[in-house]
């Protein structure tokens, strides 16, 4: 039977069974016994586990940070929110849409074409990709809007 034990300086650990008593005489001074700990987002307060989930903010940056999508459905996805028009969202399919160039006028050419090459291997979508942040940016989408076209995401 699994064991929990606690100490204020090494903090928790848990062993897979009843360690032997020379293990147990080598815990440092002050380690205490304690039940297991329900998971990652709990503390030990002195006497009981008390959750303390991340600040949302951490856990929004946390799902941006591994948010995607498929290609097909970041296309549907912006058609629906009004971001690619119609003849967008086809030549998206397919490639680069024209309407898109303009995300990168006055940027150097090295920068437009490692943009639809990126675009053209992709099969995925991530959330914190560059290209998407850059699009983004030059449209006016917030990020609120960004995080929409990632509903669902995996």
């Not at 650990?13 to 304690?34: K, M, R």
């Not at 586990?49 to 995607?68: G, K």
């Not at 050419?109 to 979508?125: F, G, Y």
């Amino acid at each position: 039977m699994e064991k929990g034990f606690y100490h204020p300086e090494r903090g928790y650990w848990q062993t897979i069974g009843e360690p032997p008593e020379q293990i147990l005489a080598g815990y440092p001074e002050g380690t205490q016994e304690v039940p297991l700990k329900p998971s990652a987002e709990h503390t030990w307060d002195g006497s009981q586990w008390v959750h303390t989930p991340p600040p949302a903010e951490e856990v929004l940056a946390e799902w941006r940070a591994s948010a995607s999508v498929s290609r097909a459905q970041f296309i549907l996805n912006c058609l629906d929110a009004g971001i690619l028009s119609e003849t967008d969202a086809e030549e998206a399919v397919n490639g680069w849409p024209v309407g898109w160039d303009t995300f990168f006028e006055g940027l150097p050419a090295r920068t437009r074409i490692e943009a639809k090459a990126e675009w053209a291997s992709v099969t995925k979508v991530r959330r914190n990709a560059p290209l998407i942040a850059q699009l983004a940016s030059h449209a006016g989408i917030s990020d609120e809007q960004v995080d929409a076209l990632f509903e669902g995401a995996t």
